[in-house]
């Protein structure tokens, strides 16, 4: 059985908006949410700028009821108000989810209390482990030690009564687009009618972000601003750290027309690889990347002087951007095609969501075929000479998308490629 | 014939406390080896005995001593497992390259950031955030960005074993290791990896684990470290011989949030894998159930397998392997798979007799493996025996 597989829901809370349609205005205008930001009480933490959830936004629009108030890490509340709010999109309130439906989505690291380990030292000054035990009790439900990758997939499924596969994809960077793409072949193959898909993360809290810093992964750079995030240009510095979540209801096309659904975009195809390289840098000369772009077009079925644009993962790290521009020029070599592409980079307007990153940027995909026009790459103003491609700089352009590509590539090279399409019938 | 039928599961790769060979594995089961020890935690639902292997070095795992700082245990015993998986078939041929895949069950990385001798420094300066960053920018190792991240796992499996292929990752419960092992195989039935290595790794028995388990309803089962993999591969591009072998005939996959819910889920995805294997209740030969470490799941696994198998006239035994290996997360429903390859290899089941376990013919070449997560995701797979 190979079924096509449409969107038809959709949701997102991230630094532009609260629900999908704020984000996509935001990124059509090209509005970024990267803002000076340090962990809470800190002044002078060496990153400086991220691209957080107004979360007295949040807390008003989706922080009371439907168990929203119990203790749970960010990324959870995050993906469970995308969630929610990506079923509704899809009409599921009025028609009834398909009875296969499940969950699948990308997550990174549980998130972390800078201080919850003083709960291992005693009245004696001394840490133990079962001064720890002993005090549990105290411990913060919402973060840290009682934080599992599986609660936002299984609280979903738990709380919209989803009997289908619930499942968590830790991919890194990729995981939601990983998500998105065994939701796709799930469907396609004929396992469940529907899945929700997507992923969630906040990295925003000391710990995480002192790992990555420690890493060299974010920019610590004051020249910028809040034009920070430089994806593709010479004076990227690395990531813009963001936090968020994003969803969408892919459907058997069957079942989406059976239910008379709106349907928003066709995902066409999906492909994976790994660098098999380093677990510190990608591949240098994109094998890996282009692996997976590949794979996703055969997939879809797709020749890629087809291809009209790519949202491309554009981290704003000095290795990804190259890197990427040269994945996509192999790609896309026949005929030059890669001339012809407009390239766009989200991230230096939502930020780095993470492992849910991929899932914002698909909804930017979807909605760049629905409406014919692709986002800009923002903070495009000097060139690199190793990346020279249609990066969309400063502002959206019109034109028709039939067919885009979007790419999410994790540390350590793993990679992921989906490909959407405009829906005819 | 399906696509599920070109697909063969082989070279099982397995460490646990029994040992790292299959039959070495089947042997202290039978014997009731006695493979545990002393836990190493002072306090708490896991104090006492555990099944713990050996942290593997730099040596075992064939690495250059730099893969330690950026690997956790649970890393460096997957590219354990790994390494002991395609011994078998890089013997024979080359092994990697863009046809060759990976799919992994992962836990979550439980590791403290801030070793204990940097925690009376944290309540000295606990009022000032700006001190308390930078004892953490000071003291927090500099690869714990890779180490914690639990899919830095899969990175090094597919930088040392060449590993370009179509890939995924799933965590943190046991049903991630069927997860891994379903899509794995279907990577290679689809067309999209020739092969796919397919496996999964326990939590390391760590302190902080217990606490998180506690809270989600742990019953005290004792907790285990290891790992187990197998090859995913096509029918007749593997070594000529006599190989072990067994086919993934079935799988279904369902949540159920508890209760009743949960019970009717797993008896779905049972359901659904028997009849994928076009077969039903009389048609397994042996049953290796998840350890369900909550008194909650393993009810309702209970009930499910009386769902579906109350009404067979042979009902198959039940058999787990935590009395030699413990409970191992992902890794789990993995070594139960390794358990199956070995049984249907020798046409034997292994039956739980009291304490005692004797070993017996197995009467139908079918084995039902199941996993179940701690929150209600449900994974059942049907493996038939093969002769390639």
Redesign the interface.
């Known amino acids: 059985m190979s079924r096509r597989v449409v969107v038809t829901g959709l949701g997102a809370v991230c630094g532009l908006g609260l629900d999908w349609q704020t984000m996509w205005e935001g990124l059509v205008e090209g509005r970024s949410a990267v803002r000076a930001w340090q962990?809470?009480?800190?002044?002078?933490?060496?990153v400086k700028y991220a691209a957080p959830v107004d979360d007295a936004a949040f807390e008003a629009r989706y922080g009371a009821g439907d168990g929203m108030d119990r203790p749970m890490e960010r990324r959870v509340r995050f993906g469970l108000a995308a969630a929610a709010q990506a079923l509704a999109d899809a009409g599921f309130a009025e028609t009834g989810a398909p009875a296969r439906t499940?969950?699948a989505v990308g997550s990174?690291?549980?998130e972390?209390d800078?201080?919850e380990?003083?709960h291992?030292?005693g009245e004696d000054?001394q840490?133990?482990?079962?001064t720890?035990?002993?005090d549990?009790a105290a411990?913060d439900?919402a973060s840290g030690?009682?934080c599992?990758?599986?609660?936002l997939?299984?609280g979903i499924?738990?709380r919209h009564e989803?009997?289908?596969?619930?499942?968590?994809?830790?991919?890194?960077c990729a995981?939601a687009a990983?998500a998105i793409g065994?939701g796709f072949?799930m469907i396609r193959?004929g396992?469940v009618d529907a899945m929700l898909v997507g992923g969630a993360d906040s990295v925003l809290n000391?710990?995480?972000m002192?790992?990555?810093?420690?890493?060299g992964?974010p920019s610590t750079s004051e020249l910028f601003g809040n034009r920070l995030c430089r994806a593709f240009d010479r004076d990227r510095s690395g990531l813009v750290a963001a936090e968020g979540a994003a969803m969408l209801v892919l459907e058997s096309e069957e079942s989406a027309r059976r239910r008379g659904a709106r349907i928003l975009a066709e995902v066409a195809g999906f492909?994976?690889?790994?660098?098999?390289?380093?677990?510190?840098a990608p591949h240098p000369e994109g094998?890996?990347a282009a692996?997976a772009m590949s794979?996703a077009l055969a997939?879809a079925g797709v020749e890629p002087d087809r291809v009209d644009s790519v949202n491309a993962h554009g981290t704003s790290t000095p290795l990804n951007d190259p890197v990427e521009t040269r994945a996509i020029k192999d790609v896309f070599a026949a005929g030059e095609h890669y001339r012809r592409l407009a390239v766009t980079a989200n991230k230096t307007m939502l930020g780095h969501l993470i492992a849910a990153a991929g899932a914002p940027e698909l909804i930017a995909t979807v909605l760049s075929v629905r409406d014919g026009v692709v986002p800009p790459t923002l903070n495009l103003e000097n060139p690199d000479p190793a990346c020279d491609l249609d990066y969309v700089p400063g502002s959206a352009r019109q034109q028709e998308v039939s067919v885009a590509v979007s790419n999410s590539f994790?540390?350590?090279?793993?990679n992921a490629s989906l490909v959407v399409r405009g829906y005819e019938q | 014939m399906t696509a599920l039928d070109t697909v063969l599961l082989t070279a099982p790769g397995v460490c646990t406390a029994a040992g790292t060979d299959p039959a070495a594995l089947w042997e202290a089961l039978l014997a009731g080896k006695d493979t545990s020890g002393p836990s190493g935690?002072?306090?708490?639902p896991a104090t006492g005995t555990a099944f713990l292997v050996d942290d593997p070095d730099a040596a075992a795992l064939g690495v250059h001593r730099r893969?330690l700082r950026?690997s956790e245990k649970q890393a460096r015993l997957a590219l354990y497992g790994a390494r002991l998986s395609l011994a078998g078939p890089a013997a024979h041929g080359p092994v990697?390259g863009?046809g060759w895949?990976?799919y992994l069950g992962?836990p979550?990385?439980d590791e403290?950031?801030?070793r204990?001798g940097a925690?009376?420094r944290?309540?000295r300066v606990?009022g000032s955030?700006?001190e308390?960053?930078a004892l953490?920018?000071r003291e927090?190792?500099?690869?714990?960005?890779?180490s914690?991240?639990?899919?830095?796992a899969?990175?090094?499996v597919?930088?040392v074993?060449?590993?370009?292929?179509?890939?995924?990752?799933?965590?943190?419960?046991s049903d991630?290791g069927l997860?891994a092992l379903i899509?794995g195989v279907?990577s290679v039935a689809?067309g999209?990896n020739e092969a796919a290595l397919v496996g999964a790794v326990s939590p390391k028995v760590h302190?902080?684990l217990f606490?998180?388990y506690?809270?989600?309803g742990w019953n005290g089962v004792v907790p285990g470290e290891g790992a187990a993999f197998l090859l995913a591969r096509r029918h007749g591009t593997g070594p000529a011989g006599d190989a072990p072998a067994v086919r993934l005939a079935g799988y279904g996959?369902?949540?159920?949030?508890?209760g009743d819910?949960r019970a009717g889920?797993i008896a779905?995805a049972v359901r659904a894998a028997l009849e994928m294997a076009g077969t039903d209740p009389g048609g397994i030969g042996w049953i290796l159930p998840d350890t369900v470490w909550t008194d909650s799941g393993a009810r309702a696994q209970d009930a499910a397998l009386d769902r579906v198998f109350g009404g067979a006239a042979h009902r198959p035994p039940a058999f787990t392997g935590e009395r030699a290996t413990g409970v191992l997360g992902p890794a789990h429903p993995l070594a139960h798979t390794v358990l199956a390859l070995h049984g249907l290899a020798g046409n034997r089941r292994l039956v739980a007799d009291g304490d005692a376990v004797r070993e017996e013919e197995l009467p139908v070449p079918r084995v039902l493996v199941l996993a179940c997560?701690?929150?209600?995701?449900v994974?059942s797979v049907v493996l038939e025996g093969v002769v390639e």
């Open positions: 962990p809470p009480g800190v002044d002078d933490f060496p499940g969950t990174g690291v549980p972390r800078p201080y380990l003083l291992a030292v000054g840490p133990s482990w079962a720890l035990y002993a549990r411990l439900r030690l009682f599992t990758n599986d609660a997939a299984a499924a738990a989803l009997r289908g596969p619930a499942l968590n994809f830790s991919t890194a995981g990983h065994h072949r193959r396992e000391l710990p995480t002192t790992g990555l810093l420690l890493l992964a492909g994976s690889s790994l660098d098999a390289y380093q677990v510190t094998h890996g692996l794979r997939d994790g540390f350590g090279g793993l | 935690i002072p306090e708490g893969v950026t990697g863009p895949g990976l992962l979550t990385v403290e950031l801030l204990f925690l009376d944290l309540r606990a955030p700006g308390v960053a953490y920018a927090v190792p500099p690869f714990s960005g890779l914690h991240l639990n899919s830095t899969a990175a090094h597919s930088a074993f060449g590993l370009s292929g179509a890939m995924a990752a799933y965590s943190p419960y991630a997860q899509d279907l689809e999209e302190p902080l606490v998180q506690e809270e989600l996959r369902a949540f159920g949030a508890d819910d889920a779905d997560g701690v929150r209600g995701q994974c």
